[in-house]
Every structure is written in C-alpha cells, then in structure tokens.
C-alpha cells in the first residue's frame, strides 16, 4: 500500500476504517421470529422457539457473510421428507456463513451446508432427524464445526459428503445410526477430540462409495466406543489415524477394507474382535522417545487388548510375537511395535463419553504423532462484547487527533 498512497494517506484511511469499525460495533442484529430467508449479509438472531413448522426449509441462507445465532432457541418441524431446519445454499457458492446456538429438531435435515467455503457451525443441538444432524455436501471447504451435540439421528450424525479440508473437533456425535462420516471425496478433513459412540452401526467411518476417493483425512484424539465399528475404512487410501480410542465395539474396533497406505499408530484398542484389515497399511511408526498413549515411554505402534507378546527390554513395546496381527486378520504385515503395559505404566480409564472443547480459530497444525489428550473439559465460548458508544467515541476522539497529527506531520 505504500507503493500506492503518497505520504500518510494510507495511514488516514487505516486509522479511518478502524473507527468505522469501533462504531459499527455496537449496531444489533436483525431479529428473526418465524421462518425466513436470508439474503443479506450481517448477523441475525432468533428470539423465539419455533416449533412444528410445516415449512420445506425454516431458515434459508442465500447470502455470503451471514451469522445466525439461535440464541438457544430451537426450530422444530414434523419430520417431513426433504426437509431443513437451516438450509445454506446458493447455487452459485456461498463464503463465511455461521450457524450457532442452536437446537434443530425434527427435520430430515438438521443444519445442511451445500457449497459453502469458509464457516462455522458452532454449539448447537440437532437430534431425532430423519436423516442427518449436520451435513456439509457439494464441495463445501475449509469449515470449521466445534462443540455440536449431534444425537439420536435416524442415519448419520455429522456428515462430510465430497467436501474437502473441514476442520471437526469437540463435537459428541452419539447414538445415530453412524457418528461421523467422510465419503464420496472427501479429502484432507480433520477431526480432532470428537467423541462418536454408542450409534448402532460406526462411529467414525471414512468411505468411498461413488465418486472420487476419500484420501489424507487426519483423525486424532478421537472417542469411537461402544458402537457395531469403531473406526471403519473402505476404499479410503492414505489417511492418518494417530492416539483415538476404539472401546467396547461390537464388530471391531477398526476395520479396513479395499484401504491402503493409511498409517494407524498410537492408537487404544480393546474390543472383543480388534481389527480387520486386508490392504496394505502401516500399523508403527518408528520407535521415538515420548508418551505414548497408555502412558509408556516411547511412541511407535497401538495398544491391543489381545496381545499376549512379552516386553523383554521394558520400553514398553512388545518383542515377541511380532508382527502383531490380531491372530490373522491384518492379513498383510501388523505392528511392529504393539504398546504394552510395564510395571511403571497405569491403562488410561477411557470413558465411551466426551464433552466439548473450546472452539477453534484457525487450522492446526497436526503431525502423525501426536501426544494423546485425556477427555477434555469444557470450555465454554466466549462472548466478544460490542464496543458501547462510551467507548467508541473516546477511542473516535483519540484516533481524530492521531490523524491531525499525521496532517501536520505532512
């Protein structure tokens, strides 16, 4: 900019765009009391509960640059076929569009992102959809979802439908038919510390289907308990599965089928059957000083339930009975270097339910080995006041004398 503006003319627009700002500040937001479109940018809110709304679509988003905030109110249908409790489309894509403080109950579709780039979906409930709770499909990108409660939906509870690098965590996806689901495309999503258990057939699955290949997705952290598959993989190549727990499922704890080149370490596995795999996958890393995730001193394969090996040398990995292979069923190579529990070492107690964390304000950075983090507290999000005019105009009057300064500095 300085190329551009002589003097301190970039300066007086800097300053004169931050008072803008500071006053804008303290304007309110539209308030919402029925089902609605929404075609403008800025922020609105819903002052009242709506409930058994006959609508196709109660609250459409159409407009760039959009928060709607429930406010903890809750929107309610009849559970019709194709039907949205929030609705964001716009054929021609959308960007910056949140959702937050809501409950959505009742609808095929809770709250449904379709080619939106660059938003939240922020601490709501959406429970007993037909369908799915939440879903970003048709390239959505670059969303982040944090501490959703997405339960009790008739299908899927969170789903990522040929959309690519989603940010999931904090979120509790529990009791659907399947808690998290990533197919048809999509790549590089991250789920970081989200809880999927006790749903009837996955918690977390990661599937092709039809259309392109679902690759180098980074699940980390993560809760798959006490469903029929903990962590289920099909035809899903290349992906990061690093210090989740998979506890009490039905079937196994993780299964891989027509999957290669996903790397699976530092991973908690007890389950009666704990794995399937008939690819070719990486099952260790290599063997590197630092706490595993039951507590030992080196990182480098997963904790089994049913390794029966010795740990001769106490570093805590298994050095016999190698590769692990869960008595055949990776059929092609296992873990080298299984987890074990020393004398020094205490299990982790890992429940089959986690609350929400704080939410996120920017992509994280996550490696392939990553420090396993207990069950997290939750932290609730904070509210960024509006700058009141007893303090705007000060800071007004403040910035006005910084720009007569400027003038006659020229």
């Given at each position: 900019m300085a190329k551009i503006f002589k003097g301190h003319t970039a300066l007086r627009i800097g300053i004169v765009n931050i008072v803008i700002l500071l006053l804008a500040g303290g304007s309110g937001a539209a308030e919402i009391s029925s089902c609605t479109t929404i075609t403008s940018p800025g922020e609105y809110v819903l002052n009242q509960s709506i409930i058994d709304s006959g609508a196709t679509s109660c609250i459409n988003i159409t407009s760039n640059d959009v928060v709607f905030d429930g406010a903890g109110y809750t929107i309610d249908g009849i559970d019709g076929d194709e039907t949205y409790g929030v609705h964001v489309y716009n054929p021609t894509g959308l960007t910056n569009v949140t959702v937050k403080n809501l409950t959505v109950t009742d609808w095929y579709h809770g709250i449904?992102?379709?080619?939106?780039?660059?938003?939240?979906?922020?601490?709501?409930?959406?429970?007993?959809?037909?369908?799915?709770?939440?879903?970003?499909?048709?390239?959505s990108s670059a969303n982040i979802l944090t501490a959703n409660n997405v339960n009790s939906n008739g299908y899927t509870g969170i789903e990522i439908l040929d959309s690519d690098g989603n940010i999931l965590t904090g979120n509790n996806a529990n009791s659907n038919t399947i808690g998290i689901s990533i197919t048809h495309g999509g790549i590089d999503n991250i789920l970081i510390n989200n809880?999927?258990?006790?749903?009837?057939?996955?918690?977390?699955?990661?599937?092709?289907?039809?259309?392109?290949?679902?690759?180098?997705?980074?699940?980390?952290?993560?809760?798959?308990?006490?469903?029929?598959?903990?962590?289920?993989?099909?035809?899903?190549?290349?992906?990061?599965?690093?210090?989740?727990?998979?506890?009490?499922?039905?079937?196994?704890?993780?299964?891989?089928?027509?999957?290669?080149?996903?790397?699976?370490?530092?991973?908690?596995?007890?389950?009666?059957?704990?794995?399937?795999?008939?690819?070719?996958?990486?099952?260790?890393?290599t063997k590197t000083a630092g706490v595993n995730i039951i507590g030992g001193p080196y990182t480098g394969g997963n904790h089994w339930s049913d390794y029966t090996g010795a740990d001769i040398d106490g570093d805590?990995?298994?050095?016999?009975?190698?590769?692990?292979?869960?008595?055949?069923?990776?059929?092609?190579?296992?873990?080298?270097?299984?987890?074990?529990?020393?004398?020094s070492t205490v299990t982790p107690t890992v429940t089959p339910t986690a609350t929400p964390t704080a939410e996120l304000t920017a992509n994280p950075t996550v490696t392939a080995t990553l420090t396993p983090i207990p069950t997290p507290t939750p932290i609730q999000p904070i509210s960024v006041p509006e700058f009141p005019i007893s303090v705007a105009f000060p800071v007004a009057g403040i910035l006005g004398m910084v720009l007569l300064l400027v003038r006659r500095r020229d």
């Open positions: 449904f992102y379709h080619q939106v780039a660059g938003g939240s979906i922020a601490n709501n409930n959406a429970y007993s959809n037909r369908y799915t709770g939440i879903s970003l499909v048709g390239e809880n999927a258990s006790l749903n009837s057939d996955t918690g977390i699955l990661l599937a092709n289907g039809v259309g392109p290949g679902v690759s180098d997705n980074i699940l980390s952290n993560n809760n798959a308990n006490s469903n029929g598959y903990g962590f289920r993989l099909e035809g899903s190549n290349n992906n990061i599965l690093d210090s989740n727990s998979a506890i009490s499922n039905t079937i196994y704890g993780i299964s891989l089928m027509d999957s290669n080149d996903n790397i699976i370490n530092n991973n908690y596995f007890d389950n009666t059957n704990n794995v399937y795999d008939d690819g070719f996958n990486t099952w260790n890393s805590g990995l298994g050095d016999t009975l190698l590769p692990y292979n869960s008595s055949g069923n990776i059929l092609n190579g296992g873990d080298y270097l299984p987890l074990v529990t020393s004398a």
